[in-house]
Nanobody, 119 residues
Framework: QVQLVESGGGLVQPGGSLRLSCAAS????????MGWYRQAPGKQRELVAT???????DYADSVKGRFTISRANAKNTVYLQMNSLKPEDTAVYYC?????????????WGQGTQVTVSS
């Protein structure tokens, strides 16, 4: 059994910062890419940022220069540092991991954490 547990969401004013964390636990053999996605009310889930096992990163254009994704491989944890937050960043943020377990390779998702940017 593999679980991804996110933390760090909340309410922040425009221009503020938040740091999200996502820890993967369970019967994990290895983790390939990890990433963050978000879904705003009435919209489809969209990619925010991804990071490979080797540390290569990719970002949505809307967050480049403001968000930074990183990971601690020894802890099976991925982070998302969000700076200069805007109201349009309000969404439920989901962690994703492409990993190998004794069951094989598949994608896993966290339960989501709410981020609200409002004055």
């Amino acid at each position: 059994q593999v679980q991804l547990v996110e933390s760090g969401g909340g309410l922040v004013q425009p221009g503020g910062s938040l740091r999200l964390s996502c820890a993967a636990s369970g019967s994990i053999i290895s983790i390939n890419a990890m990433g963050w996605y978000r879904q705003a009310p009435g919209k489809q889930r969209e990619l925010v940022a991804t990071i490979t096992g080797g540390g290569s990163t990719d970002y949505a254009d809307s967050v480049k220069g403001r968000f930074t994704i990183s990971r601690a491989n020894a802890k099976n944890t991925v982070y998302l540092q969000m700076n200069s937050l805007k109201p349009e960043d309000t969404a439920v943020y989901y962690c994703n991991a492409d990993l190998y377990s004794p069951m094989g390779r598949r994608d896993y998702w966290g339960q989501g954490t709410q981020v609200t940017v409002s004055s």
